[in-house]
């Protein structure tokens, strides 16, 4: 009897371990989904945050006179589009770090309450996404039937990292929708 | 031992009677959402869809003659953001309609990949909400830096019919993440 149960031992330790390394797959992925989002979205709010450009344009002060050049600068606070992209990016960030803290506590009671947060993050970085893309596009082709010129002619490099920053907080964005998607296949199995 | 049974029927048959009303009560309000969301982004589209307004402005041709009065039109498809949320709230609403549809049967299978479309409409949804909104807020407010004129105090009617369709696209977007919302707080019980 005792050299059955000896023999049995391996077996279950092996069983246990498949279990546990079944269980531990979906929460390790979890968590690298978390800390990718996190470089993704402070990636994202750096690149927007630190951009400016400063140029030398010839401005029409008096219509009779010939144009004057004068150093012009593009700053991403200019356009609150911009402004509500970084500040997104900043709480997505900043919220991914806590998360990641309170997920590897793995209590079933904070990762109830850090999915709802992940959605919340979802809506808004979508939105912000949406209102940088729009603004960016914008800037980049304009529009002649509200006779809005396009400024990524002169101010490339910044329309550059606008462009940069969009995709980065994108694939951030991305990877919070992955995160909730997870948690409602996992649950409807 | 046969009146023991009948006696206990009542009870039993009042404990099923709840049963079935409580379980009853988040699907009946997961249709209504629907509906209600079904409502939202349609009138959105709608809204949005048939916006139109022409004014005679004064237009300089020439720098050296004084200006032509000449009619101009604003119209919804001028602008890429808003086209985005028409489209947007078009396929939303359809998705609206469908999943009521499949809701109503009531299949587990069904409803997981139900729910997964949901919020793909609340990334969608909050992406063309902050397009729309940065662009109308930019026709409304206008921008010095980037020499972006309002046009808003031309086209008023253009842009509260704008405000009015962006307003009911984010009711209908902040309805779908309830949706999703309710499916994840009712599984991490």
Redesign the interface.
């Known amino acids: 009897m005792e050299s059955q149960n000896k023999a049995s031992l391996p077996v279950m330790d092996g069983f246990e371990r498949k279990v546990t390394s079944l269980s531990d797959g979906p929460r390790t992925c979890d968590l690298l989904l978390r800390v990718l989002a996190f470089v993704l979205t402070l990636a994202a709010a750096i690149v927007l945050g630190v951009d400016k450009q400063t140029k030398v344009v010839p401005i029409k002060v008096v ?1 009779t006179l010939p144009p004057i050049s004068l150093p012009v600068s ?2 991403w606070h ?4 911009f402004t ?1 992209s970084v500040a997104s990016n900043a709480i997505a960030c900043s919220y991914a770090a806590l998360s990641l803290v309170l997920a590897t506590s793995g209590k ?1 009671g904070v ?2 309450s850090v ?2 947060f992940d ?1 919340l993050m ?3 970085l ?10 960016g ?3 980049y082709k304009g ?1 002649s ?5 396009k ?1 990524c002619n002169v101010f490339g490099r910044f329309c550059n990292q606008v462009a940069v920053s969009i995709a980065l907080s994108l694939l951030g ?1 991305i990877l919070f ?1 992955l995160l ?2 997870m ?3 996992k ?3």
Chains 1, 2 share one sequence.
Do not use: E, P, T
């Open positions: 219509d593009a700053k200019y356009l609150s589009a509500y079933k990762m109830s999915i709802i959605l979802v809506a808004m979508f939105s912000s996404n949406g209102a940088a893309l729009a603004i596009l914008m800037g529009n039937h509200v006779m809005w010129a400024v964005s929708l909730v998607g948690r409602l296949h649950k409807s199995k």
